[in-house]
Structures are given as structure tokens and as C-alpha cells.
């Protein structure tokens, strides 16, 4: 089992920036695939960014530009850095984290950006 933990949502302005961080617990291996999906009110989840063991990053059309993934292996974290945040960008962010064909969740934070 595998344990994912976020932090670092909240509310902010558009235009303003905000880092999002999932601390990873459990059973990890050394290859896998993490990253960050989101579900806004009434939509579907959406993947935003990944970041595979190897370093190789991959986003979404919508947040190029603006986001940056990374992640601290010898800390079990993920990290999504939101800049020029904009109200559409307005969710719930979950961390995931795949290993065997296997996909893990946390539980979600919420970000909010006011117009």
C-alpha cells in the first residue's frame, strides 16, 4: 500500500502563485510515475502534470507555462509550483502515484482562485 499526503492549497488571486506538496509514504518502488490530477465542480479529473522516476516531465496544454512539477526522492515528495494561477484553475488537486499498473490517491486539496 502506498500512502499520499498533500498540502499547500488554499485561496489566492488571479495571478498569484501557490506550491503544492504530497509526501509519499508505504511500499514505494524506484520506478514509478507521480503526479497531479484535478476535478473542478461538475467536470471530470483531469490530469495536469507527471513526472516519472527518470525526471521526464509531461502537462497539460492548460497549465504549460505556469506549472512546474518536480519531486525530492530522498524525501518521498511531489511538488506542483502554480504560478499565474488563473480562476479556471480553480479544483480539487489530488496527488497520484502509479507502480505496477497500480494507482494511488490522496485525498485531495482544494484551491480556490478568486477573480
Known amino acids: 500500500q502506498v500512502q499520499l499526503v498533500e498540502s499547500g492549497g488554499g485561496l489566492v488571486q488571479a495571478g498569484g502563485s501557490l506550491r503544492l506538496s504530497c509526501v509519499a509514504s508505504?511500499?514505494?518502488?524506484?520506478?514509478?510515475?507521480m503526479g497531479w490530477y484535478r476535478q473542478a465542480p461538475g467536470k471530470q479529473r483531469e490530469l495536469v502534470a507527471k513526472?516519472?522516476?527518470?525526471?521526464?516531465?509531461n502537462y497539460a496544454d492548460s497549465v504549460k507555462g505556469r506549472f512546474t512539477i518536480s519531486r525530492d526522492n530522498t524525501k518521498n515528495t511531489l511538488y506542483l509550483q502554480m504560478n499565474s494561477l488563473k480562476p479556471e484553475d480553480t479544483a480539487v488537486y489530488y496527488c497520484w502515484y502509479r507502480r505496477d499498473f497500480t494507482d494511488y490517491w490522496g485525498q485531495g486539496t482544494q484551491v480556490t482562485v478568486s477573480s
Open positions: 508505504g511500499s514505494l518502488f524506484s520506478i514509478n510515475i
Open positions: 513526472i516519472i522516476s527518470g525526471g521526464i516531465t
